[in-house]
């Protein structure tokens, strides 16, 4: 066997004196970090092993824990920074592709942060959100050219279907078998109580969640796990995952060990066989092919259902848009590069797609300028992280967007970024049951619901400043957007003039 060179990431500090070796941390740990040491009377930790999870640092009741950074400095160089000798090291000793979890860490433009919205001065007053009536509701759904009403008002335009949402928000796809059955479910209860829509990912729909139905994105995948013509009708809507912005243009792997009965009954795979989903729908080759799987999906579900359809932010994303519209979706869902996953090769994670503010911004404008915006919803991903991103994507051109990240950081994910491993900590990303137990759905989906009540309180404060009383009339709305930090080609792509013009 080859030298191990690799050393710890994190250094685990323990604080002796404050140190009452109740041994928290050791039987918390599922990495098995702390270990007591009876004979001594202490709890030593292994530090390779830690992976900066911060369930012992959280839990210790004397807070006698610190993670830091382990102290290994390499002499300094721009280009052979200490990250890129340290996967050599591993890739050497392994022959293995890296396997990252969660979003894009590397130092892209967020461009949310250069974009600030306007406030009402003097002229067109301001909105008080606690005095006022103000409108956050959405509908998601294909729109008609036009509405018409007989002779008593009666609307007897044929709309197509629709999803109602209270906030433009919505849970973004997580399958059960990659999140435990606790987080699947408080994310189910909290779309519920919030009268939004949270999504089942490509894993299928456990029957003990089919009574969320009305608040369920049902996904439809190239793998098909769990797709049956029960499962298409019980949810709100289908979502077509063709691509996700964490790894475009390739397939998924929920790793066998995390296909126990439950998973394996609701993906209808064999019990710790590994779920793998093609790169590709192998029947799709074309818009044309797409079209009649989205209309394959109307049929099954009587026309009742909006069908989405999911694609990563790519460089041509705005000409792929166009033609999901000319397919017939109801709905385009675009994932940025930072959004989440459970598990993808660092190298695709880390290099490949496109910010999803430039995606967003470029497919809104394409959509306008042929004269289709109006017929799809426009939903986008790929961290969003507070409720200024919101209204900041909704300036930009979007209905609605999912929460994927910040919705498990709600649940107590403190971005360890290793949910591949199956032992996530905080009972997340895991199929372990004493792992699992540890998130108490009961508890658990009322944080989701403070959040998202929370963001919708800033939401109004923000839309009340700009002067405006209806989420709606923000959309696509990009006066109201100023660029700082920006170069002529972003802004143009963007569609927004610099702060002081
Ligand atoms: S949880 Fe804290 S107090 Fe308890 S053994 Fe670990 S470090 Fe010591
Ligand atoms: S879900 Fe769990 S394993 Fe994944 S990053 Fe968050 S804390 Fe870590």
New binding site residues.
Partial sequence: MSLDFNSPVFEVIRDEKKCIQCQVCARQCSNKVHLYDEEDNVVRADDIKC?N???CVVLCPTKALVIKKYPLEFKENVNWTDAALKEIYKQSQTGGVLLS??GNPKSFPIYWDRMLLNASQVTNPSIDPLREPMETKVMIGRKPEKLEFDAKGKLVTNVPPQIELSIPIMFSAMSYGS?SRNAHESLARAATELGICYNTGEGGLNRDFYKYGKNTIVQVASGRFGVHKEYLNAGAAIEIKIGQGAKPGIGGHLPGKKVGEDVSATRMIPVGSDAISPAPHHDIYSIEDLRQLIFSLKEVTAYKKPVFVKIAAVHNSAAIASGIVRAGADAIVVDGFRGGT?AAPTRVRDNVGIPIELALAAIDQRLREEEIRNEVSLIIAGSIRNSADVVKAVALGADAVYIGSAA??A???????????G????????QEPELVKRLNPDIMYKRLVNLASAWNHEIQELLGGMGINAIDSLRGNRLMLRGIDLNEKELEILGIKYAGE
């Avoid at 032992?423 to 895991?430: E, L, P």
């Fill in positions: 992976v999870c911060h369930r979890s969660m999140i459970g498990v950081i649940l107590g994910c403190h971005l360890c970024r290793s949910c591949s491993t032992k996530c900590n905080w009972g997340i990303a895991t």
